[in-house]
């Protein structure tokens, strides 16, 4: 049995995880949790029947505790992590691992010393669609790649149902580049490859600390060129990624998907019979790596490392209104 401790009900997807674990009661016990804010943290530890421990040290020493689910501020994953990866404890956490590469490098270096297993929620690189859009990429379906976009937006900012914790940069790091935006830059980079350099244009439509709009132009090795749409402003915005070849495209709309090939000057239009199994959600890819000893295959330290590259470097560009390119950014 797996004995987890939730960290922090900050994140707005923090009762979405206990809810994923309680549902693997066959493997899984929560114990106990901390929060940072301790009537938040107390009235949740109430609401799943586990104790809440008041101090991050204390909770770490328990023997009850195996792992820990990482949802505090972003700010706070640096010293919240490598703490956890020094007391032995397998670690699962969400989105951007830390705001800068030399931060993440930190972490990593302590949970490889300290041989936790590590996994980190990107769950686009879950869904069917994009892995078969990533085949036809790797098989050469399309040919040499020159550009792809993808887009991801919603209404949080106009319609107020995120937390307004959520627009504070000291504790967020950013806005909706950071929140939303690192899901098409981690997409892009799994299908692209390495990337070499990076361009921001963000708005602030709801006059708030943080972004809520945000594109990025990025640059890749390949000589591809992708574009990164996020948006807290947009109410009817349907999840898009298009991906353009020298032999074809493919569209995903909402996990509809359609492929048009060229042949012989004539353009084939086609939607695929079968798309491909997804793997297994990112928590119970943690759950088997804490079990086994494996690593996670799509969602570990390296994943976490790639996408923090074209997170800082996309705020170094809106802040400097500059291209940024890939190799300034600092491993220590």
Known sequence: ??????????????????????????????????????????????????????????????????GVVIDTATAVHHEIIIKAAKAKKHIFTEKVLAPTVRECVEIAQAIQENDVAFCISYPQLQTPAFHYA?????????????????????????????????????????????????????????????????????????????????TCTIAFENGAVAITESSFVAPASPYIMEVYGDKGTIIVIDNEVTVMLKKDRELIKQTPAQLPEPPLAAIDQWIEACETGSQPVECGLEEAIHLTELMEAAYIAETENRTVSISELKRS
């Open 1 to 66: 049995m797996l004995h987890v401790a939730m960290i922090s009900k900050w994140h707005v997807h923090a009762k979405d995880y206990a809810q994923q674990l309680l549902q693997r009661s066959d493997k899984v016990q929560i114990t106990c949790l901390w929060d940072e804010d301790e009537a938040r943290g107390r009235a949740w530890a109430e609401e799943l029947g586990v104790d809440f421990e008041q101090n991050y040290d204390t909770l770490l020493a328990r023997s009850d505790v195996d």
């Open 134 to 214: 990533k085949q036809l990429v790797d098989d050469g379906t399309l040919g040499t790649i020159s550009s792809m976009r993808v887009r991801n937006g919603h209404d949080g900012a106009i319609a107020n149902w995120l937390p307004q914790y959520w627009y504070h940069r000291k504790d967020a790091c950013g806005g909706v580049m950071l929140d939303l935006g690192c899901h098409p830059m981690y997409l892009v980079r799994w299908i692209l490859g390495a990337p070499k350099s990076v361009n921001s244009n963000f708005s602030y439509l709801t006059n708030r600390e943080v972004e809520d709009s945000a």
